[in-house]
């Protein structure tokens, strides 16, 4: 009798990616992010529900000369059981979650490529809910440990969508404890509703939302938890291959220390028009952003492409 037949594949990834963001400001940073990505690894599928993969991601920064960074290990598994799919080890963040820049910030994508830790994922016909941890920092005596904890969830039902998103970030001490460093938990959230009307307008996509975000901020022994919370309202807007996302913010202070630094502004008016060419193999985004803080008025530019290639290869038992 034939023994069951294990399947071996390969994935390849190119990203390159040039962002310029003019900023100057109290708030964020004025950076050019400039460089490319090359990935690889290989995996076997252990059953039809099973994957085990290895590889590395590697970042170079355009005029980084000497200054070369290791690269990053891909190693994980990953699985499925119905509705249910989970993946432990250092897997690739990209398309794995999905996040408001006021819990997330963007340029991850660039700088930590994976997660690293366990993504749990239900993806139902209405109802889909994630949760996952990132452990960002192993205790040494020149590192903090660090981790954090995500969770994204929505309803699509119909017209009618909800979504809530909650970031969990602590910082604790160093191997050996540094006893005049204070442990600090920090906590954003956001739960917002409204309607996808994709299926009922000329539009490719038309998604409207409107609600909260907030923040919670603790440094022990300093202060104690302390509340942010504001008005957000998001409007998603895409028609063959061009696009509008506009988003609002106005209210507290938000302090989420993984979150986009323009939300500490407590007013973020942010405009994004972009061209966008989402295939199998080749994936490009052209975007102007435009975006207004209470003091300024910014402008940022971004384009990225991103190549993937993939295969399988096999390999029988004897009989």
């Not at 009307?197 to 975000?213: M, Q, R």
């Not at 202060?223 to 998001?234: K, L, M």
């Not at 507290?252 to 993984?258: E, G, K, P, R, W």
């Not at 199998?280 to 975006?291: D, G, H, L």
Request: proline share 2%; net charge negative; charged share 20%.
């Amino acid at each position: 009798m034939a023994a069951e037949a294990q399947q071996f594949d390969y994935r390849l990834g190119f990203t390159g990616f040039f962002d310029n963001r003019e900023y100057d400001n109290l708030y964020a940073y004025d950076q050019t992010m400039f460089g490319s990505r090359l990935r690889g690894e290989l995996g076997v599928k252990t059953d039809q529900a099973t994957r085990f993969a290895a590889g590395l991601d590697y970042l170079y920064e355009f005029g980084s000369k000497g200054e070369l960074l290791a690269p990053d290990i891909i190693l994980y598994c990953n699985g499925a059981k119905g509705n249910f799919t989970y993946s432990v080890g250092a897997l690739p963040r990209y398309n794995s979650i999905n996040m408001p820049l006021a819990l997330l910030t963007d340029t991850l994508n660039y700088y930590r490529p994976n997660i690293e830790g366990i993504l749990l994922d239900y993806s139902g016909k209405v109802i889909k809910q994630n949760i996952w941890i990132d452990w960002t920092g192993r205790r040494s005596e020149v590192t903090r440990e660090s981790f954090t904890i995500g969770m994204t969830g929505s309803i699509n039902k119909n017209l009618f969508l909800y979504r809530h998103n909650l970031v969990i970030n602590h910082l604790a001490h160093t191997e050996p404890k540094d006893e005049a460093v204070s442990l600090r938990d920090n906590i954003g959230y956001t739960l917002v509703a409204g309607f996808d009307l994709s299926s009922v307008t000329a539009f490719d996509t038309l998604v409207i939302t409107a609600g909260v975000a907030g923040s919670l901020d603790r440094i022990r022994g300093e202060y104690d938890f302390v509340s942010a919370r504001g008005f957000t309202g998001e409007i998603e807007c895409m028609y063959g291959h061009f696009g509008l996302h506009g988003l609002f913010y106005k209210g507290d202070d938000l302090c989420v220390t993984s979150g986009d630094r323009s939300f500490t502004a407590g007013f973020l008016a942010r405009g994004d028009a972009y061209y966008l060419i989402s295939g199998k193999t080749v994936e490009s985004r052209i975007q102007f952003t435009y975006q207004f803080l209470p003091d300024a008025t910014e402008m940022a530019m971004l384009f990225a492409i991103r190549i993937n290639l993939g295969g399988d290869f096999k390999r029988r038992n004897a009989e």
